[in-house]
Every structure is written in structure tokens, then in C-alpha cells.
């Protein structure tokens, strides 16, 4: 029968959403069906309504009856045949089918006995984009002539169309025996003196000879590294794997989100890793998949699809993937397995949040108004004590850290270099230039307000007792409880500071619930393992803003939506190595047990793993727990559960944030709280002026957290288009 890849694309589309109509309409793949014991057919590359840029991996099975040289395989009634190869161990012809315009497009394996025939039909859609994030945004800046090749140097020059388009280049760069990069010498004979040698994760011994390819697709520019020997490995094709490469793929995830709108990028996350590559792991980035290029996770996700399509038109169909990034690199991870299931097969993400727009966002923006509430607004004194505990932070230091960040709700503060200023948003001057923010980058999803134009934004606030637990245990007085929630304030539309609360477009809510950008935990990451790694920051003298209740945020979601986190393993140490570093003995053993958890687990057999078949598989080296912080530090198995009794939490404080110090849970996953009035015996006495300025502050009353938010759900399903 025709069936789409067996994990790429895994789930093909079940929904489509389209975006500010809320329109939901099936979707679904369509295929042949063949008679039992007949020949298969598939599409390897990606789904088969989901190809892009005019060519598609194809494998065709045949039964023992049918000789392979009998089988015929036609694209639109034009034989194609001779662009396939036979793999007799495997009994498939496998070859790239081209020539593809956008559209639909029928495939055909057919042998003399037309019982046995089966074909698949095939959407192609442009390598530019989009698949299913949405109409592309506008304007776009082209940064090939910037991209700066890792080792080789230089650069893609100038695009050669509108959407950013490269040719493609292939370089191969070598390991010294200094463990350093060099550039392999060209029409080279023979190996250098000081080439490395390097033993992959499957005993093979190679020369740490890697082959970088760079090009573009979806207006990203990717690239990809493998072993691959010049002198002795043929070129790479979906048939022949490179010796020295295992099979698998490290998906890189870059950092950031500031910035990250209107242009291509001008970097990958990374694909010259030592030890990645030593391994014999492919590594594979696009510039779309850094954060601080483009702060999007439907955009992410699509991005993901695509590079691993061409990289597996090229290489063949691999093993598994792992997504592995920190920061904003582990929004993309967290968003793209749960969203968008079999992009990757397991996620290893390090200083974790569980996503931009929520978790991030709403933390941020209210240390921005404390922040300046504090500075500002107070008319009554604060210890800098009694401000940290209503932060919830471990250091006070952590509010003004990341105030400035909050303002990536500002379409105004981070506009990246790229975009001439004559392009960008100003209220006055420019109403309807580019509004550089994390929701109007959202707006295929949000919509859009039908007056202005500016993306729906689902930030709120009202409601919200900031500082309500300090008050419960008198670290405050009901006086400063008062001053604080009457001048607090929230944001206007264009992010700046106004005097009431914020209050949030209700269909943006609905949309991001429904749609996954809030992270729900309970679609793709339902059957993806997980290690979340932390390098502790929390109690750093300057503040941070990865601080490791997300971890537990995360955690939460996943047995509130699942009933279960057993998927989920976090491992904890303090800060040598930096965020998400291979320098780390901990994130190494996190890959490589990420490896044989899912080699375990055996995901090439076509199905999502249970939540239950991951944890049975879940290796025995893999131990939940932290290092200790002296210079020679010990590993100290237990569960990382904000017990404040653990040797753990002794040593790496989870702390708290301003939303978990009012009243919400760890989960931070209420966008919109539902309100009640409130009740004077749930606060400490007050006088009968306290009382009415209480009442007066919350007209609308206060927030009830033992309630679900206003528009909370579920998902509507995975592999939404907009």
C-alpha cells in the first residue's frame, strides 16, 4: 500500500487551522491503497502531501514474486525508473524522483501483473515555503552575502532571487591532531600529516574528515556535516551512507529571540561540534532555526521539515534525530516534538523553557513591571529583601536582568541591524511599517485586529495578586500589598507601560491553547523522550533569566497532560561549562543515552512511542539527579522535584517567579485567569479603608487559580497548517 515516511511527517496533518478565521477542516494524505502481498510505495524524504522543492525521496517495496528489474516507476505516466537503485538486502528501489512542478503529482510502481501496481499521489510545494506555518512574512532580508562558513570562510554572495536562494556548495574541512578545525586541501591525494583519526559511536574507526554542505531552503540557509572520506567514500547518495557516519542525526537548535524577525540570519546552530561529529552523528542547523533569527515556532518547525528533507534526499532515510538546543533552542525543541510529532525522535535541551510566548514572555514582562513599579512607582519603602521574595527569584538581581528583554513586546526595541529603518513600525511616523515583537511574528496564528492591523496578543495580567504569598506570610505589609498591585500597571499594544492591567485578545487565547503555542505537553512530547539538562544560573550576582523552575514548568505540563512524566529526565550541575556545552561530561552522557534510549526504543518501526514503552526503555545509565559544586563534583542520584529537604534543591534552590508568589502553580500555563471576588478572611486584617482600596484595585475581581483559565484547553491536534 502507499504510506507516508515513517517518522518525518509521521502524523501527516490531521487539522488545518487558518489563521484569524479559526476554521478547522480535516486533512488528509492522499494514497492508492495496493492489493496484500503487492508492491508498496512510500515517500521517505517527508509526507507525501508535504514535499517540497520539486523532488522527493521514494522507496518502492516489492514481494519475492517480483523481480526488480520488472518494476516500473512512473511520475505522471513518464518512466523514471533508471533514477532508481536496488537494494537486494532489503528487496526496495530506491531513488529521487524531480522534476516536480507545485501541485499534485501521481507516482507509480507497476510490474507486468497490474494486481500488484500501487502509486502515491504527492503535493510539491515551493522550496521557498511555505508548507504550513502560514503566508510568509514580510518584508524578508537576504543575508546570504553574510553568512559566514564555519572554517572555510567567506561567504553564499549575493541571493540570486527574492527568496534568498544560494547555490549550493559542498566543502570538506579535517580534524588535526591539535583537535582543530582546518580546511581540506583542494584535489588532495593524500591525507595530511595531521589529520585526526576518530572512533564513532559505533567502533569504527575513521579519518575525521567531515563533509559540510550549505544551501537554502524555506528562505533559511542550512547546513549540514558528516564523516565523509574524499579519497575513499564515494559521493553520498540515499543508497550509500559514508562509512564513518552512524546513521543518526543531531539537530542543532540556536538561542536567542530578540531580534529574531524579518531576515534570514546570518548563522546555523552550529555544525562543527567535536564531539557530535567524532561520534559519527550527522549534524544538521538551519538559520531559521536559531531563535535569535527568527523567534517562531510554527516558522521552526516547517524550517526542521524541510532541512531534513533535503538532507535525507541526499544522505538517505536516517536512524533518528535528536533535537538539542538551550535557550531558545529549547523552545524550538519543546514546540516542534510536541506540535509537529517526528520531526524529531528525542529532544536534549539545556537552560529550558517551555516556550517563548508564555513561560518566557510572562515572566519577563512582569519583572519589567516590578521593576518599574519599584523604581518608579512606590510610594511606600521596600528592603530589597521584601522586593526579591515578591519576584520569587533567588537573586534580586534577576528582575532589572532580564527587564530589558520584556520589551520583545516592543515592536519598536529590537529591530534586527538588517532592517532598514526606513522598513520598521513607528506610531507616529510609520504606522504601518514592520512591527518587530514576538506576537505580530506570531500572526499567522494570533490574526490580526481588523482596525489596526497589529497582531491579537494574548498578555494579560488582570486579576493577577502580585506579591500575594509575601502578604500570607508577613514578609509584607498589607499597605505595600495595596501600593503595589494599584501601581503595578501593565502594557499598551505597542508594549509600553500604561496605568491598567493588560488585557488579552481572547481569540489570540483561544488560538494559543489550541494551537500549541503554549506548550501543552500532551501531543508530540506525549512519545518523546526527553533529557533536560541546567546549568544553574538562578543565584549568578548579575541575574539571569534561565532560571530552573522551568524545568519544573515543563515537568508539570507533562503530567497534567499525560498523567505521567517518565519520559522526562533532568540532570543539574552549576555553571562551568556554560549553557548546553559537549565540553560537559553530563551533556555528552545526555546525548549518548539519548542515543541508546531511542535505539531502545527502536523508532524506526513506524509508530510514536507509548508513554509506557518509553519508560520501560529508558537505559539504566540514565539517573534524574545533580553534581555537586565542589571541584572534583559527584553525581547525586535522586528525583529533581523542588523538595526542599533533597541534597538537590540544598544545592540548586528552584526559587520561584512573580506569577507562582500570586497564586498560580509551577505549571505557568494560565494565560488569562478566571476571576472571583475576593474573600477578607484570605488576608491578613485590614481596616475598612485597606479593605475598600482592595476592592477597588480588583473591581473585576481576583484571580482564582483552583479553576482552569478563561479559554484553557487542549490541543485540536498536531501538524496544523495555517
Given at each position: 500500500m502507499a504510506v507516508s515516511k515513517r517518522r518525518i511527517l509521521v502524523a501527516a496533518a490531521t487539522l488545518s487551522l487558518v489563521a484569524g478565521t479559526g476554521a478547522v477542516t480535516s486533512s488528509g494524505v492522499d494514497t492508492t491503497q495496493a492489493r496484500p502481498g503487492g508492491l508498496e510505495i512510500e515517500t521517505i524524504s517527508s509526507a507525501p502531501d508535504m514535499v517540497t522543492g520539486g523532488d522527493v525521496l521514494v522507496e518502492v517495496t516489492a514481494p519475492k514474486q517480483i523481480p526488480p528489474?520488472?518494476?516500473?516507476?512512473?511520475?505522471?505516466?513518464?518512466?523514471?525508473?533508471?533514477?532508481?537503485?536496488?537494494?537486494?538486502?532489503?528487496?526496495?528501489?530506491?531513488?529521487?524522483?524531480?522534476?516536480?512542478?507545485?501541485?499534485?503529482?501521481?507516482?507509480?510502481?507497476?510490474?507486468?501483473?497490474?494486481?500488484?501496481?500501487?502509486?502515491?499521489?504527492?503535493?510539491?510545494?515551493?522550496?521557498?515555503?511555505?508548507?504550513?506555518?502560514?503566508?510568509?512574512?514580510?518584508?524578508?532580508?537576504?543575508?546570504?552575502?553574510?553568512?559566514?562558513?564555519?572554517?572555510?570562510?567567506?561567504?553564499?554572495?549575493?541571493?540570486?532571487?527574492?527568496?534568498?536562494?544560494?547555490?549550493?556548495?559542498?566543502?570538506?574541512?579535517?580534524?588535526?591532531?591539535?583537535?582543530?578545525?582546518?580546511?581540506?586541501?583542494?584535489?588532495?591525494?593524500?591525507?595530511?600529516?595531521?589529520?585526526?583519526?576518530?572512533?564513532?559511536?559505533?567502533?569504527?574507526?575513521?579519518?575525521?574528515?567531515?563533509?559540510?554542505?550549505?544551501?537554502?531552503?524555506?528562505?533559511?540557509?542550512?547546513?549540514?556535516?558528516?564523516?565523509?572520506?574524499?579519497?575513499?567514500?564515494?559521493?553520498?547518495?540515499?543508497?550509500?551512507?559514508?562509512?564513518?557516519?552512524?546513521?543518526?542525526?543531531?539537530?542543532?537548535?540556536?538561542?536567542?529571540?530578540?531580534?529574531?524577525?524579518?531576515?534570514?540570519?546570518?548563522?546555523?546552530?552550529?555544525?562543527?561540534?567535536?564531539?557530535?561529529?567524532?561520534?559519527?552523528?550527522?549534524?544538521?542547523?538551519?538559520?531559521?532555526?536559531?531563535?535569535?533569527?527568527?523567534?517562531?515556532?510554527?516558522?521552526?518547525?516547517?524550517?526542521?521539515?524541510?532541512?531534513?528533507?533535503?538532507?535525507?534526499?541526499?544522505?538517505?532515510?536516517?536512524?533518528?534525530?535528536?533535537?538539542?538546543?538551550?535557550?531558545?533552542?529549547?523552545?524550538?525543541?519543546?514546540?516542534?516534538?510536541?506540535?509537529?510529532?517526528?520531526?524529531?525522535?528525542?529532544?536534549?535541551?539545556?537552560?529550558?523553557?517551555?516556550?517563548?510566548?508564555?513561560?518566557?514572555?510572562?515572566?519577563?514582562?512582569?519583572?519589567?513591571?516590578?521593576?518599574?513599579?519599584?523604581?518608579?512607582?512606590?510610594?511606600?519603602?521596600?528592603?530589597?529583601?521584601?522586593?526579591?521574595?515578591?519576584?520569587?527569584?533567588?537573586?534580586?538581581?534577576?528582575?532589572?536582568?532580564?527587564?530589558?528583554?520584556?520589551?520583545?513586546?516592543?515592536?519598536?526595541?529590537?529591530?534586527?541591524?538588517?532592517?532598514?529603518?526606513?522598513?520598521?513600525?513607528?506610531?507616529?511616523?510609520?504606522?504601518?511599517?514592520?512591527?518587530?515583537?514576538?506576537?505580530?511574528?506570531t500572526i499567522n496564528a494570533y490574526g490580526a485586529d481588523e482596525e489596526t492591523g497589529f497582531a491579537l496578543r494574548p498578555l494579560d495580567n488582570v486579576g493577577i495578586q502580585y506579591g500575594l504569598g509575601t502578604l500570607q506570610d508577613g514578609t509584607i505589609t498589607v499597605d505595600q500589598f495595596l501600593d503595589l498591585n494599584e501601581a503595578v500597571g501593565g502594557y499598551d499594544h505597542d508594549g509600553q507601560f500604561r496605568d491598567e492591567r493588560s488585557q488579552a485578545d481572547l481569540p489570540a487565547v483561544t488560538a494559543a491553547y489550541q494551537t500549541g503555542r503554549l506548550t501543552n505537553g500532551g501531543g508530540g512530547l506525549a512519545h518523546t523522550p526527553i533529557i533536560d539538562y541546567r546549568a544553574y544560573t538562578d543565584d549568578s550576582p548579575n541575574g539571569d533569566i534561565h532560571v530552573r523552575y522551568h524545568t519544573n514548568s515543563m515537568r508539570e505540563r507533562l503530567v497534567a497532560a499525560n498523567g505521567s512524566a517518565v519520559n522526562h529526565v533532568s540532570l543539574l550541575e552549576d555553571n562551568r561549562y556554560g549553557g548546553l556545552s559537549t565540553n560537559s561530561p553530563l551533556v555528552r552522557h545526555g546525548i549518548t543515552q539519548m542515543d541508546a534510549w531511542l535505539t531502545a526504543l527502536d523508532v524506526t518501526d513506524g509508530e510514536l512511542p507509548s508513554l509506557e514503552a518509553i519508560g520501560q526503555n529508558r537505559p539504566e545509565a540514565l539517573v534524574e539527579g545533580c553534581m555537586t559544586r565542589d571541584e572534583n563534583p559527584e553525581f547525586l542520584p535522586m528525583t529533581l522535584d523542588r523538595d526542599p529537604s533533597s541534597e538537590c534543591e540544598a544545592l540548586y534552590d528552584s526559587a520561584s517567579f512573580p506569577r507562582e508568589v500570586a497564586g498560580e502553580s509551577v505549571r505557568a500555563d494560565v494565560i488569562k485567569c478566571q476571576t472571583t471576588a475576593p474573600v477578607r478572611e484570605d488576608y491578613p486584617a485590614m481596616d475598612d479603608t485597606q479593605w475598600q482600596r482592595l476592592q477597588d484595585v480588583f473591581a473585576g475581581g481576583v484571580c482564582d487559580y483552583t479553576v482552569p483559565g478563561v479559554e484553557q484547553q487542549g490541543l485540536i491536534g498536531t501538524w496544523l497548517r495555517f
Open positions: 528489474h520488472r518494476i516500473s516507476v512512473t511520475l505522471d505516466g513518464a518512466e523514471v525508473t533508471d533514477d532508481f537503485t536496488w537494494d537486494a538486502d532489503r528487496r526496495v528501489l530506491l531513488g529521487v524522483v524531480d522534476g516536480l512542478d507545485v501541485g499534485e503529482h501521481d507516482i507509480a510502481a507497476t510490474s507486468p501483473n497490474a494486481k500488484w501496481d500501487t502509486s502515491v499521489q504527492v503535493t510539491n510545494h515551493p522550496g521557498e515555503g511555505p508548507l504550513f506555518s502560514g503566508p510568509h512574512e514580510e518584508p524578508f532580508i537576504c543575508e546570504t552575502h553574510k553568512f559566514n562558513i564555519p572554517v572555510v570562510g567567506g561567504n553564499l554572495g549575493e541571493p540570486l532571487d527574492e527568496n534568498c536562494s544560494a547555490e549550493t556548495r559542498v566543502d570538506h574541512i579535517y580534524l588535526t591532531t591539535a583537535n582543530q578545525w582546518a580546511v581540506w586541501p583542494t584535489d588532495a591525494t593524500a591525507y595530511p600529516e595531521n589529520m585526526a583519526q576518530t572512533t564513532t559511536s559505533e567502533g569504527t574507526e575513521v579519518p575525521a574528515v567531515v563533509r559540510m554542505e550549505t544551501g537554502t531552503a524555506n528562505r533559511g540557509i542550512y547546513q549540514s556535516t558528516v564523516l565523509h572520506d574524499p579519497l575513499t567514500d564515494p559521493e553520498p547518495t540515499p543508497t550509500q551512507r559514508p562509512e564513518g557516519w552512524n546513521g543518526k542525526v543531531i539537530y542543532t537548535l540556536g538561542g536567542g529571540c530578540t531580534g529574531g524577525w524579518f531576515h534570514q540570519g546570518t548563522g546555523t546552530g552550529g555544525v562543527t561540534d567535536r564531539f557530535m561529529l567524532g561520534q559519527g552523528y550527522a549534524v544538521v542547523s538551519s538559520s531559521l532555526n536559531v531563535f535569535g533569527n527568527n523567534c517562531s515556532d510554527l516558522l521552526t518547525s516547517e524550517t526542521a521539515a524541510m532541512t531534513k528533507e533535503v538532507f535525507n534526499e541526499v544522505y538517505g532515510q536516517d536512524d533518528f534525530t535528536i533535537g538539542f538546543g538551550c535557550s531558545g533552542g529549547s523552545y524550538q525543541a519543546h514546540q516542534a516534538a510536541d506540535n509537529y510529532p517526528g520531526i524529531f525522535d528525542g529532544i536534549v535541551v539545556g537552560c529550558s523553557f517551555p516556550e517563548v510566548g508564555f513561560g518566557t514572555v510572562d515572566f519577563i514582562t512582569d519583572a519589567r513591571l516590578l521593576n518599574h513599579y519599584f523604581n518608579d512607582e512606590a510610594q511606600v519603602e521596600w528592603t530589597d529583601e521584601q522586593k526579591r521574595q515578591v519576584t520569587g527569584f533567588a537573586t534580586l538581581a534577576t528582575m532589572p536582568n532580564v527587564a530589558n528583554g520584556a520589551r520583545r513586546i516592543d515592536p519598536t526595541a529590537f529591530c534586527p541591524g538588517a532592517l532598514p529603518a526606513e522598513l520598521r513600525y513607528h506610531p507616529e511616523t510609520n504606522p504601518g511599517g514592520a512591527r518587530c515583537d514576538v506576537y505580530d511574528h
